[in-house]
């Protein structure tokens, strides 16, 4: 069944080839895409009714329909559900397969709720509202990282660690410090996440194949039934809006997926022997079949590549919508392909990195050890300038003890005596605590999720 199919003529042969290559692999991600289907169709049936291209009866009986297919997508973990959702094999999409579901019980009524739409304003309406509870989903799975960060800052704020720039030894540390700006880094990440669900949350429904409708479709009411913050005023943007908003939201997926790669990479290094800084029990390090001494970090390598894969998405995206004029383009199809499952990827590397952050092992008094004592070069010239001699005077003097071997790091380092904000002594998360809370907040789900639970309702 197709909805664009005009005549019931036999099938060339070559048409199934032709079909079976356009088709691809979408109707594995139309699957993700088939609640989200369900809600624009009852949207769609509900401001039918109000222009009058459908009765009152008809749309109750079209939503009611619908909100019986809406439960048939939903997971079932009690038992195998026999009614549950899927697309026959000789039906094209999640769109023909919701269509003829409702034709098949509701006879003429059923034929009736595609008036008024196309299927470039019905997938795009899909995409926004899948997009919006991804990043609903993220968010909290963020945040959830975020918080042992900021737990594991707090319990380990008085432990020292070396300082690095140019991978060589810089000025002190801490563990607090370390976890701390992590947990500061996914707040930006956060925020940015904000600017592309604003977006996201725009109603392109009623843009029709990207022209607009002849009919007098109530856009506005369609997008307070969805719960979107505004809608996509004209119609030829609204298509247009497709592969731009993939784009854009694949740009904030890369920026958590560079914090958790950024972060990765450090405790490789930290876990090497030559560091020695952090450990794991042995339960979550892998071994080597000839080696009997390794505790390879394998969980957080493969973070590292899976979030190197998530950066690089936007580029795949940017390339995948090179050189496409306005208007609807076939192509866009394969871009659910590349999209759809870096959010799986980034939360279930969000969800190993909480597990192994709760269970990871700081090494105490590193900095006693002789050969960080270059990190206090700092703190002595500040001890000189303390005294009165001019910084730049302070600087060669101290630079003189380093070349001659006679520098002897200083009993009071200026690292404990750091009090201002965001130093060793003054980790403000408190403040960074806030700001995520904030950052959240001005996400405003309840707004969506109770527009949703009234559709349902």
């Known amino acids: 069944m197709k909805l664009w199919q005009k005549n019931n003529n036999d099938p060339l042969e070559e048409e199934g080839q032709v079909e079976k290559f356009t088709v691809g692999n979408d109707r594995e991600f139309d699957l993700l895409l088939a609640p989200f289907d369900v809600l624009g ?3 769609h049936a509900k401001m039918l009714a109000t222009i009058g291209l459908l009765t009152i009866e008809e749309s109750s009986s079209l939503v009611n329909e619908l909100k019986k297919i809406y439960q ?8 195998e559900n026999e009614n549950r959702f899927s697309i026959s094999p000789d039906v094209e999409d999640v769109h023909s397969q919701i269509e003829f579901l409702l034709t098949k019980q509701l006879g003429d009524t059923g034929k009736k709720i595609h008036a008024a739409r196309s299927r470039n304003d019905q997938v795009l309406v899909d995409l926004k509202l899948f997009l919006r509870s991804e990043i609903e989903q993220l968010v909290y799975a963020t945040r959830s990282f975020f918080e042992i960060l ?31 700006a992590y947990a500061e880094s996914l707040v930006d990440d956060i925020n940015v996440l904000k600017a592309a669900y604003d977006v996201v949350n725009k109603n392109p429904l009623g843009s029709g194949a990207g022209y607009g409708s002849s009919f007098p479709v109530n856009r506005s009411l369609t997008t307070a039934l ?3 913050d505004d809608l996509h005023y004209n119609v030829v943007y609204a298509q247009m809006s497709r592969g731009k908003t993939e784009r854009i939201v694949a740009s904030a997926l890369a920026n958590i997926a560079d914090t958790l790669a950024k972060f990765s990479m450090d ?9 020695g800084f952090i450990s794991f029990p042995s339960t979550l390090t892998t071994g080597s079949s000839i080696m009997p001494h390794k505790k390879n970090p394998d969980v957080f390598e493969l973070i590292r590549s899976h979030c190197n894969q998530v950066k690089a998405l936007p580029n795949e995206i940017m390339m995948m919508t090179t050189n496409l004029p306005s208007g609807y383009h076939r192509d866009l199809q394969l871009l659910k392909e590349h999209l759809f ?3 799986t990827t980034l939360k279930d590397c969000l969800s190993i990195a909480s597990l192994m952050l709760n269970n990871i092992e700081v090494k105490k008094d590193i ?3 002789e050969k960080y004592k270059y990190l206090f070069t700092v703190d002595a010239v500040n001890e000189l300038v303390m005294k009165g001699v001019p910084f730049r005077e302070a600087y060669k003097i101290i630079g003189k003890q380093v070349d001659d071997g006679s520098f002897i790091p200083p009993t009071h380092t200026n690292a404990e005596r750091q009090h201002h904000e965001g130093s060793i002594g003054n980790l403000m998360n408190d403040n960074i605590i806030a700001n995520m809370n904030n950052a959240i907040k001005n996400f405003h789900f309840e707004k969506y999720l109770a527009a949703i639970n009234k559709l349902l309702s």
């Open 150 to 180: 900021i737990e594991q800052s707090e319990n380990h704020k008085d432990d020292m660690l070396p300082g690095y720039t140019h991978l060589q030894l810089a000025m002190p540390s801490s563990f607090g410090l370390w976890f701390g």
């Open 72 to 79: 048939s997508t939903q997971p079932n973990k009690n038992s």
């Open 341 to 343: 499952p870096a959010f």
């Open 41 to 43: 169709n009852i949207a």
């Open 226 to 228: 969805l719960g979107f």
């Open 267 to 275: 405790v490789c290094l930290y876990i090497n022997q030559n560091f």
């Open 367 to 369: 900095l006693s050890d």
